[in-house]
């Protein structure tokens, strides 16, 4: 299995209601990812999970709330989100590095949730 | 991590090269030059990286100048399947136990014309 799956692929919320996107990778990697992509704009990093610890958090608004729950597993959970939320969000994950200081991290990047926040 | 400067269009002929290129002045000696492309509602792809040396994967070259300040980015033989965004990310390597963010910048939209 060498892939990046995340689920759904579309979400339209309303902005009183709960929901989450799961993202899930077999491929024994430890660091794993969600970036945030606007229309017409490059991916922007949310969160960086290292040996399921949260190692990174780009000042995102706590609307937004990251989980892992093992080692193949990522979640973003979402509460009382705004209509400019709505974006591509995508799930990325990497190997652990090689050689110390080496390249090892390529990101392998799932197809993206489409949320939609009405 | 340094940044990366590209054109934000290009076309090419199908069957032709693609030559994509990148600035980044200001990287260090410890920095790597990645390429990703993201097909339109795709995650982005991994397609090659390099350190100071010209390198070659089935996808594509990637050739790095001597003062590695600038790089290109080759497609041999582009099709329509490669018409897409093109990042060029300059970061450090990752030592053991960390994971490090890609910062991507605006691309090259590459069009591949039939």
């Known amino acids: 299995d060498t892939e990046v799956t995340q689920t759904p692929k579309h979400l339209v919320m309303g902005m009183t209601n709960k929901k989450s996107l799961k993202c899930e990778q077999h491929?024994?990697?430890?660091?794993m990812y969600w970036y945030k992509q606007k229309a017409k704009k490059p991916p922007e990093l949310m969160f960086v999970?290292?040996?399921?610890?949260?190692?990174i958090n780009e000042s995102v608004p706590s609307r937004f709330s990251p989980e892992c729950p093992n080692s193949s597993l990522l979640n973003l959970h979402l509460h009382a989100l705004q209509p400019e939320d709505s974006a591509l969000y995508l799930c990325a994950s990497s190997p652990p590095p090689g050689l110390a200081g080496g390249p090892y991290n390529e990101q392998f990047f799932g197809p993206g949730t489409r949320l939609t926040v009405l | 991590d340094a940044k990366t400067t590209q054109p934000p269009s290009m076309d090419c002929a199908e069957g032709r090269a693609a030559n994509l290129p990148c600035n980044h002045s200001?990287?260090?000696?410890?920095?790597?030059v990645y390429w990703y492309r993201q097909i339109h509602s795709q995650g982005p792809q991994y397609i090659i990286h390099g350190l100071k040396n010209n390198e070659t994967n089935e996808m594509a070259s990637l050739i790095i100048t001597e003062d590695r300040k600038s790089s290109t980015l080759i497609l041999p033989h582009a099709t329509l399947r490669d018409t897409a965004v093109y990042y060029c990310i300059v970061r450090f390597g990752v030592s053991s136990g960390s994971a490090r963010q890609l910062t991507f910048g605006s691309g090259t939209q590459l069009t591949v014309l039939p």
């Open positions: 999970y290292s040996y399921e610890k949260l190692s």
């Open positions: 200001t990287i260090s000696g410890n920095e790597y």
């Open positions: 491929m024994g990697h430890r660091a």
